[in-house]
């Protein structure tokens, strides 16, 4: 039987995920701004509905390595069977969040292993789990897989196994720039593109190749150079980048998951200190308002 325990971590999860999908403007990613599709090709709505799917499979995640109570092999492939489980339920309610369902179960089975942990020996536990192959999945290789053999991108299993590094860099852009004085969708929006200036993103490399993941990379760069999106230079630089985007049909789909983990430790990490209020990823779990596609103010 599930405790409360594993279904709190479990809503806190899905919650990061909702407020990851609830925060706008995201260049190139899916937000409240696409509510029929027509910028990044999902539906809006249809992805805050199936992202609510991933609770059963997140809470059955976190009950298994209570149970288990070390990060093993057996941890692992127990993991991986509830994964692919999940994800054919998230299918049939419209799917999506399959990279948020292996990053988010992760860091999910590492905080129930070590409860009240610091991001940094979560992140560690998450690692260690990602370092047992998963003996039962199919031998099929993903495109993900496929695309970091050709690359040579550590992709979402190199990210893991290398303990979220890019998840460890956003925690830290997100503190940085709340202490600057920016609202939360601000250092959210920081967060993000700290993630998008260095991560070899599988996606963007399969749609648009090394120079395009350079590209954006670049982009990303530029915005939090120019004093990230608080400021009124940063601001413009997301709009550029957000345009370029859009008109190229590139999607950093690699990003948004990552986000969502970083929303997740964060709130674990409020939660720990006594200190969940408006920055915490809960609060920021309703839909956002809709704007018309060109309203860039964050």
């Not at 997100?174 to 939360?184: I, V």
């Not at 920081?190 to 599988?202: G, H, I, K």
């Not at 490399?205 to 954006?216: C, D, E, I, K, N």
Request: proline share 7%; net charge positive; hydrophobic share 40%.
């Amino acid at each position: 039987m599930n405790s409360r325990e594993d279904e709190l971590l479990a809503q806190a999860a899905v919650d990061a995920l909702v407020g990851q999908l609830a925060l706008t403007p995201k260049p190139g990613l899916p937000d409240p701004r696409d509510l029929t599709a027509r910028a990044t090709r999902r539906d809006h709505s249809a992805l805050r509905w199936s992202a609510r799917a991933l609770l059963p499979g997140l809470t059955a995640m976190a009950a298994a390595a209570r149970r288990t109570g070390e990060p093993s092999a057996r941890l692992r492939a127990e993991l991986g069977a509830i994964g692919r489980s999940t994800e054919h339920s998230v299918g049939l309610t419209g799917g999506g969040h399959r990279g948020a369902l292996w990053t988010l179960g992760l860091l999910v089975a590492a905080a129930a292993l070590k409860p009240g942990a610091r991001p940094a020996d979560t992140t560690a536990l998450a690692k260690q789990i990602a370092a047992h192959p998963d003996r039962r999945a199919p031998r099929r290789p993903s495109r993900g897989s496929t695309v970091s053999a050709r690359y040579g991108a550590a992709g979402a299993r190199g990210e893991a196994r290398a303990g979220f590094p890019h998840v460890r860099r956003a925690l830290t852009a997100l503190a940085t720039s709340r202490a600057r004085g920016a609202t939360e969708p601000q250092a959210r929006l920081d967060a993000l593109l700290t993630v998008m200036s260095t991560l070899q993103d599988t996606e963007l490399l399969h749609t648009a190749g090394p120079m395009g993941l350079r590209h954006v990379q670049a982009g990303a760069r530029g915005v939090l150079e120019a004093g990230g999106t608080a400021t009124e230079p940063g601001t413009e630089a997301l709009r550029a980048l957000d345009t370029d985007l859009q008109t190229r049909a590139w999607i950093p789909r690699g990003s948004a998951p990552l986000l969502a983990g970083t929303l997740f430790l964060d709130t674990l990490g409020l939660q720990g200190r006594g200190a969940v209020s408006d920055c915490g990823s809960a609060a920021w779990a309703r839909p956002a308002p809709t704007h018309p596609r060109t309203n860039l103010n964050p």
